[in-house]
């Protein structure tokens, strides 16, 4: 598939790698329409010009509201990414992490975008040739002990593409998946490590798209995933700094 010409919806759109995909699909003759919780962000994203709706994925209501409104003013959507997340890091073993912050953490990363995935499908059936796309993360093949439930539900999204992408084999709609490494936006700031800048991991993941790779990221990344098979020991001390 080639991105130009196409009603493309991106979650997570107003900061870091979203916000990044947003301007680039857009520059690229794209009518992209951005997610994000009510607010600033939003509310900046909408003076750049695109499209925009509130969408707390933590929220069913909101999601139920989101779907309802691109189905009101959009005849058909030809891409989504699930692409908001939020990575929370705490040691487990030194408290109990409250319930409430496991389940919003669990609903924002993996059952929110489930339910919005599931919403969106008639819209993207409406296209001749729609794309799924969901940003998950090298932790989702390897968990990190300082991020134990963003990495489960990560893991559980990596599931949820695969599993996907066999129930839609037989119709227009594929499923991929997309890796960053560690990259240089909010959701990373403040820690001390090699990142990557987020429009030059878009730049180079976006023709993998096009071509359909089941998972589009890095060569580094690519690398980490075979770690985690055959050499997970290895993957374990690269995550640990060691
Ligand atoms: N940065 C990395 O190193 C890295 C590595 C691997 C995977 N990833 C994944 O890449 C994706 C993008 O992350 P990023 O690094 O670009 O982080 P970011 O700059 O912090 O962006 C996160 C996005 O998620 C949205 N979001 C947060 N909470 C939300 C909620 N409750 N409902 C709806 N949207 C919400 C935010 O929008 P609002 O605040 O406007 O709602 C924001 O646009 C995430 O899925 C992340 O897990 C990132």
């Given at each position: 598939m080639q991105f130009n010409d196409r009603t493309i919806v991106i979650t997570?759109?107003?900061?870091g790698i979203g916000q990044c995909l947003a301007r680039t699909l857009r520059d690229r003759r794209n009518e992209v329409i951005v997610l994000g919780r009510a607010g600033e962000r939003l509310d900046r994203m909408a003076e750049e010009g695109f499209a925009t709706v509130p969408c707390d994925l933590g929220d069913p209501s909101s999601i139920e509201n989101a779907a309802h409104q691109l189905a009101q003013r959009w005849s058909r959507v030809d891409v989504l990414f699930n692409n908001a997340g939020v990575q929370y890091n705490y040691d487990l073993t030194s408290e109990v992490l409250p319930v409430g912050r496991i389940h919003r953490e669990i609903d924002i990363d993996l059952s929110g975008q489930i339910l919005f995935t599931q919403l969106m499908l008639p819209l993207l059936s409406r296209s001749d040739c729609a794309m799924i796309v969901n940003t998950t993360s090298g932790l989702g093949a390897y968990p990190k002990a300082d991020g134990l439930v963003y990495s489960a539900a990560k893991a559980g999204m990596r599931s949820f593409t695969v599993g996907l992408r066999n129930v839609l084999r037989s119709t227009p709609i594929r499923v991929l998946e997309l890796i960053p490494p560690v990259t240089d936006t909010g959701m990373t700031a403040g820690r001390d490590e090699q990142k990557m800048d987020p429009q030059a991991f878009v730049d180079i993941t976006l023709p993998q798209l096009e071509r359909e790779r089941k998972i589009a990221t890095t060569g580094q990344l690519r690398f980490f995933l075979l770690l985690t098979r055959s050499i997970p020991g290895l993957a374990r001390r690269i995550l640990e700094g060691k």
């Open positions: 997570g759109g107003t900061s």
